[in-house]
């Protein structure tokens, strides 16, 4: 593994962790929120911001 794929996947690992923060807070799952957002940033951070709270 060349050092710029560990760059890039430390890097996707800590941007996963916004989205999920977010979902969280939202009463979400983090684990699987970090997990979207490590994969799917962009498409996983507009998702968190719209979604509507948990209220159950």
Not at 2 to 16: H, N, W
């Amino acid at each position: 593994m060349g050092i710029d794929t560990l760059l890039t996947l430390i890097i996707s690992a800590l941007l996963g962790l916004i989205p999920a923060k977010i979902a969280k807070e939202k009463g979400r799952r983090f684990c699987l929120w970090w997990l979207y957002g490590s994969t799917l940033f962009t498409i996983a951070l507009i998702h968190s911001l719209v979604i509507n709270k948990n209220t159950y």
